[in-house]
């Protein structure tokens, strides 16, 4: 199994690194976070003096990573089913678990890289300043979860539907769903709220954020990731025996 | 075929929701277990060794209750850490602190918090672009047993002290008998002539969270100390009477210990560096300080080392006058003590932060006296070897000194004097009261010529110093140059030229010190050993202590601990305010106790940037807005072209 995750593994990332799109989407990426964090009023990196991260870029970074999950994940079915090479696919002597991994981890990996492409940001903060890199640290990790959670998601909802567009649409108000799930859990009482606070994506993000790795967080974002990649190998089985 | 596709849709939704529940399921169990992984350098997040020992060590069970309700969103870190904390709690005690999160949906919860007295709190709530006020409950009451609950409101406030408030307020529930701590202070009075808060509100409200109903704060020097105080803390003493000196020795001699913060700058309402002219102010315990062999120098101390001073922020603006940025900028008047060059084989300074001190005074031990007496002085902590007196304070900007032409030394700062004292009043009738009978001129009493402050008659009140008028200054003018030896002994001279010089001190006078608990009353007559020559010339009144053993702790600077740089204020953000455990460590440790020190000095680093000038701010903006994304476009475009030229 580990040799055919594999295999469509690099095929993935072949395909991704081939075309300049991933680069002017990294870039682009790269650019708005240290536009947020040295320019952006609200935040005023300079004017706060603190050799902090935690503030000016990963406050509030989850309304950026919404967006940015759809993008990567709209095309990963649909664009098959775009140029008709599902059926190719689905042919091939490999495992539909394999299939949906392989793909997950490509498109994981491509987000990992967009964040580390801000990567100099932190750097050069703690160039001047005595950084925490924990929190920092904890601020990366929450953050690649979260897109891990919602990139599980999206491929699956990219699965279900023809098209990248409505494939970026869906993902993206699911996303949303999950950031308002947070904002509405303080509205929503005592008896409600913490519910909604415990299945929003937003919460455990932050939580890792501070800088401490709770195992209760890495389990919510392992089973949102495993019920989503299940479910998505079961619309692509669906569509392998339809 | 149809069946069979309907029995496999069915199969497949019968293993997704088998699928969810065990996720479910799993989730609920691991939301039990509180296994994590703190990242943070300090450990901010995880319970410290003090506090771990401290639970292990409880003997009664505490309960804590807290009060949650309609906390925006933006303290839930806050609510994890609180939740993570008293986890920990739980597990270091082996359940002996036990928490619980009231259900404030209910009426019950509500009233539950009325009923304690919990405040309220107004919480600013962002409604679109437009902010309002909401109210909610976001504290904690602690309960040991039959004791008063103890309440901690404000929980997002105090996030970086909330483990010491915990652990504090358990350890002094379990406490049998603590320490009495009296806080000495002047206080204003307000148009009543009621007191008001003084201008150390804040350290009593310190010393009032970790002594709890042991802080008396209301104690004052005009009437006799009363026999429970332990401790007490004389805060920047300014212009003290004789009697009021006295009452202080008395309090000393029969056993009670002290942390004298003199001030003799009187800087006070001056916002940093930009201060031209500082007034000196003394506290009138000038003469008696000179007797124990103590002076508290006039002038301040400078600290050119690098690391041996506080920052002070200047706003950098733009051409357009905006504030685009802070500058930390040195200011060697405020010297910072480094723990480096403290002692540390005493406890407190073991557990110093780096402390920050605004122009404190200098310390000069007159090492003959002790040596007589037979004390002991210990310089618990001194300036950096590049050190300076300074005896001028006309100019205190920060461009107003250069390190060029000084003496630079280490120069005393905290003192611990320890050891047999005998009373400045020996052999004289105590202040206020007239001699029975005309005094016979003693055969070894201080001469004009052995004491050059004995050639002023008068004077029961110190006198004022005006040194703005360059005190302390050399003699050829130099305003920055070293104080003369001498020129910052008191010119209050009348007690001074009764006084006796200090006996030698008896063989057994530690032994016979009375201890600090039970010291015996001050109207009872204290034996004292034959050899104490005031005792030989001198009848004692009946209350009246003669010598013993004494201890305490002075140092020349009560900013430290003053309102005015207190650790909510943005200066302190950076230099840090370790005064005020310090002052709560020190009176702890002078009690007999030390466990609550590691805790109450936990760090947590300050963190600000280096100081730097608006093109290396510029530059470091530009490279992550542009260079970044501009080589990873240039990759990207190489790949594209390699790929289509092949």
């Known amino acids: ?242 | 075929m149809k069946n069979r596709n309907a029995r496999i849709k069915w199969l497949s939704a019968g293993c997704t929701l088998l699928l969810i529940v065990v996720l479910l399921l799993t989730n609920a169990l691991l939301a039990r277990a509180n296994m994590r992984v703190d990242l943070t350098e300090e450990g901010l997040y995880t319970l410290s060794d003090g506090s771990r020992a401290i639970m292990e060590s409880l003997e009664d069970p505490a309960r804590i209750k807290v009060f949650w309700h309609n906390v925006p969103l933006r303290f839930d870190n806050t609510k994890r850490y609180i939740a993570g904390l008293l986890d920990e709690m739980d597990d270091a005690s082996s359940g002996k602190v036990q928490s619980q999160w009231v259900d404030m949906s209910e009426e019950a919860g509500l009233a539950q918090a009325s009923e304690l007295g919990l405040e309220e709190h107004r919480f600013a709530v962002r409604h679109g672009a437009e902010f309002r006020q909401a109210m909610g409950y976001m504290s904690l009451v602690i309960e040991i047993g039959d004791a008063t609950p103890e309440k901690i409101n404000e929980l997002a406030n105090i996030t970086d002290k909330l483990e010491y408030r915990i652990v504090s307020s358990i350890f002094k529930g379990q406490r049998a008998a603590p320490p009495i701590i009296a806080l000495v202070q002047k206080r204003p009075f307000n148009a009543r002539g009621g007191p008001q808060a003084g201008r150390f509100a804040y350290l009593e409200r310190e010393l009032s969270l970790a002594f709890g109903d042991a802080l008396r704060s209301y104690i004052t020097l005009d009437k006799d100390i009363p026999e429970d105080v332990d401790v007490m803390i004389l805060a920047d003493p300014r212009d003290l009477s004789e009697e009021q000196v006295y009452r202080f020795e008395q309090f000393l001699l029969r056993g009670g210990r002290a942390v004298v913060l003199c001030d003799p700058l009187d800087a006070r309402g001056v916002a940093g560096p930009n201060v031209q002219v500082v007034r000196s102010a003394p506290s009138g315990l000038e003469d008696w300080l000179t007797h124990v062999g103590v002076t508290v120098e006039k002038g301040c101390v400078v600290d050119f080392h690098e690391k041996g001073s506080c920052l002070y922020p200047q706003e950098q603006r733009d051409r357009f006058g905006r504030v685009i940025g802070v500058d930390w900028v040195r200011y060697a008047h405020w010297p910072k003590v480094q723990p480096e060059n403290c002692d540390q084989t005493n406890p407190v300074m073991r557990y110093l932060q780096p402390m920050a001190t605004y122009w404190p005074a200098a310390l000069s031990i007159n090492e003959e006296r002790q040596k007589t007496a037979g004390r002991k002085v210990a310089i618990l902590a001194s300036s950096s070897a590049e050190g300076y007196r300074r005896g001028d304070v006309t100019n205190l900007r920060r461009a107003g000194i250069t390190r060029e032409g000084k003496l630079l030394e280490r120069v005393p700062l905290i003192a611990l004097v320890e050891g047999p004292l005998t009373s400045f009043w020996a052999g004289r009738p105590k202040p206020g009261e007239k001699p029975a009978e005309p005094v016979p001129p003693e055969p070894d009493q201080p001469t004009k010529d052995d004491d050059p402050k004995g050639d002023d008659p008068k004077g029961d009140a110190p006198q004022k110093d005006d040194s703005a008028k360059a005190p302390g200054g050399s003699p050829d003018g130099d305003p920055d140059g070293q104080p003369e030896a001498g020129t910052d002994a008191p010119k209050k001279d009348a007690p001074k030229k009764d006084a006796p010089k200090e006996a030698p001190p008896p063989a057994d006078a530690p032994k016979k010190a009375p201890p600090p608990a039970k010291a015996p009353p001050q109207d009872e007559p204290k034996k004292s050993d034959g050899d104490d020559e005031a005792d030989a010339t001198e009848p004692t009144g009946p209350e009246r202590l003669q010598n013993g053993n004494v201890r305490f702790v002075i140092m020349g600077d009560a900013d430290l601990v003053a309102n005015s740089f207190n650790p909510r204020i943005f200066l302190t953000s950076v230099n840090g305010a370790y005064g005020f455990p310090f002052v709560q460590n020190m009176a702890e440790w002078l009690s007999g106790s030390e466990d609550l020190m590691a805790l109450r000095s936990r760090a947590t680093n300050p963190r600000n940037l280096a100081q730097m000038d608006e093109g290396k701010r510029d530059m470091i903006k530009h490279v992550n807005l542009l260079l970044v994304p501009l080589l990873v476009l240039l990759a990207g475009m190489t790949v594209f072209i390699v790929r289509r030229s092949a």
Request: net charge neutral.
């Open chain 1, 1 to 242: 199994m580990l040799r055919e995750v594999g295999s469509i593994y690099r095929k993935e990332m072949r395909a991704y690194f081939t075309s300049p799109i991933p680069y002017i989407f990294m870039a682009l990426f790269a650019g708005i976070m240290a536009w947020r964090f040295f320019f952006d009023d609200d935040t005023a990196f300079f004017v706060f003096d603190k050799a902090d991260m935690a503030r000016g870029f990963f406050y509030r970074l989850e309304r950026w990573l919404i967006v940015l999950v759809p993008a990567v994940s709209m095309g990963q079915w649909s664009t098959e089913v775009d140029r008709g090479t599902i059926e190719t696919l689905l042919t091939l002597p490999i495992r539909t678990s394999s299939l949906v991994l392989g793909k997950f981890l490509a498109a994981w990996t491509l987000v990992g890289i967009c964040l580390l492409a801000t990567a100099t940001i932190p750097i050069s903060v703690s160039s001047i300043g005595d950084m925490d890199w924990g929190p920092v640290l904890g601020g990366y990790a929450g953050a690649f979860l979260f897109c891990g959670a919602l990139l599980a998601v999206g491929v699956w909802i990219s699965a279900r539907s023809r098209h990248q567009i409505v494939s970026f649409v869906l993902t993206l108000v699911v996303g949303m769903v999950f950031v308002a799930m947070y904002e509405l859990a303080e509205k929503a009482g005592s008896t409600f709220g913490p519910i909604l606070e415990q299945l929003s994506l937003v919460s455990h993000y932050q939580a890792i954020g501070r800088g401490v790795l709770d195992l209760r967080d890495l389990a919510y974002f392992g089973s949102m990731i495993a019920l989503f990649l299940y479910l998505n190998a079961q619309s692509v089985e669906n569509r392998r025996y339809r």
